[in-house]
């Protein structure tokens, strides 16, 4: 059974309360998330995404929670067909401590009024701090050598030791430096690196601290942030338009950067389309793109590349639309 039919069933009382309840629960990729064992003061959430797979638009009207060790946030309260959303758990690290369960209750009440519920769980250490509670390297530059650093305390066992950090980002160096031991309490100072050949984008991963305490080894710690391109493109898609076959259009792709450099090629896969980029040293330039419609019919849609000689050959990316007329219309 399509699934867009499901709401005539509801409407039609042949779903019982409990079923009547799955067509919102079905938008939901999961239900219960487990922290696993977090550090005090630690930056700790999770997203529960969903999906409208309905005709219908969907509304969350609120969410509200059973423990205030959860505080609950709607991402998106309006979903269109296909849209995407989300509730963010985000565990209150700061005011609790211990073994913490939680049940976040999402309202819809749009096309129809509906429940779900979201199950958290997880165990707030309480004898290790961390500060700050993330690796925040905000915006980074493509090519800087960024470093950020972090305060673990421990108190409990004089010996207590970080014996490994574990990462999946392998532009990540962390290097721990003990700076105290004694009278039962450590202290680490995580030196974390960002390599300056880290590719532009926003990244969101997650460090992993492994001690030599059996009872509980691991602990992790977020770490964020958003490498910025040397270079920008615009308009972020191309459009040319609609065109006769045999028709010719010009338009111009501006690529910036924050310092002088050189457009070094410009591909293409399709030959309709042309370029004339110059061989001058500026932080501005121009691209003329010079596109000709074929003789078939129908939608364009090609990716173009801008490669520059700017640290490794970095390259931009826009994609460029038309429509070519069919003549017998």
Known sequence: MPRILLFALVLCGVCSPVSAQEWARKMFNGTNHDFGTVARASQTDFVFELQNIYKEKIHIAGVRTSCGCVTPTITKPTLDTWEKGGIRAKFNTHSFLGLRTATITVTIDKPYYAEVQLSIRGIIRGDVVFDPGIVNFDSVDFGEQAKRNVDVSYAGRSDWKIVDILSANTNLVVTPVETRRNNGRVAYELQVQLKPETPAGYFNDEMILITNDRRSEQIPIRVEGLVESPITVSPAALSLGTLEPGQTVTKNIVVRSKK??????????????????????????LVPVKFTAANTPGKISEEIEIETDLGNGTAGKILATATVRDESE
């Open 260 to 285: 002088p450099f050189r457009i070094t090629n410009v591909n293409c896969e399709d030959d309709c389309f042309e370029f004339v980029p110059t061989d001058e040293f500026k932080p501005l330039h």
